[in-house]
């Protein structure tokens, strides 16, 4: 009965030991991260995690990110259209929470030092032990994607010699111009 007694001791701690090791890992991903992973609760209204690479990302430590409003990080322009897919999303993980999807919104949050910073935001939506809603989200800095969008979207309406529009822009301005009521 002793030896039995060591044996699942040994098989424990083993366990814990193994469980302590994927902790550490965990954590050291969350703080190398250059994303922003957090939970929500939405019965609450309150954060309930946030990695520790938000503070790189926003300019905010964690724990006094999770004693705000995070509705405060998103400006004004970008909350109805947060708020309409919160809304949308939650409405069908309710219908379907057996179906696991990802739901994605490119926006705008505040940096600390009142900057914008252009994300991507991708949730998916769970129950916890309460039965509560929660969002489990990552967030990302898609600063240089968008600038390179926008001197794309630039050089199909400019000449890149010049800068001067080019033929492109005048027929789509002729095009949205031809109207009857500017007869």
């Known amino acids: ?50 990695s520790p690479s938000v503070y790189h990302f926003l300019g905010f430590y964690p724990d006094e990110l999770m004693k705000m409003d995070p509705a405060l990080l998103i400006p004004n322009e970008f909350r109805e259209k947060t708020k309409e897919m919160l809304i949308r999303s939650i409405k ?11 739901y994605t919104i490119e926006l705008q949050n505040t940096h600390k030092n009142g900057k914008r910073i252009w994300t991507e935001m991708s949730c998916k939506y769970r129950y916890n032990d309460n039965m509560e809603i929660e969002i489990v989200s990552s967030s990302r800095n898609i600063e240089e994607r968008k600038h390179a969008q926008q001197e794309v979207l630039y050089l199909s309406y400019h000449d890149q010699l010049t800068g001067l529009y080019n033929r492109r822009f005048y027929e789509e301005e002729l095009r949205r111009l031809d109207t009857k009521s500017n007869l």
């Open 1 to 50: 009965a002793i030896e039995y007694f060591l044996t699942n001791i040994a098989e424990q701690k083993k366990a814990e030991d193994a469980l302590r090791n994927s902790e550490k890992n965990l954590q050291m991903i969350m703080e190398f991260s250059s994303d922003v992973t957090w939970v929500f609760n939405f019965n609450q209204l309150k954060l309930k995690y946030v």
């Open 92 to 102: 069908e993980f309710k219908e379907h929470s057996e179906v696991s999807k990802t």
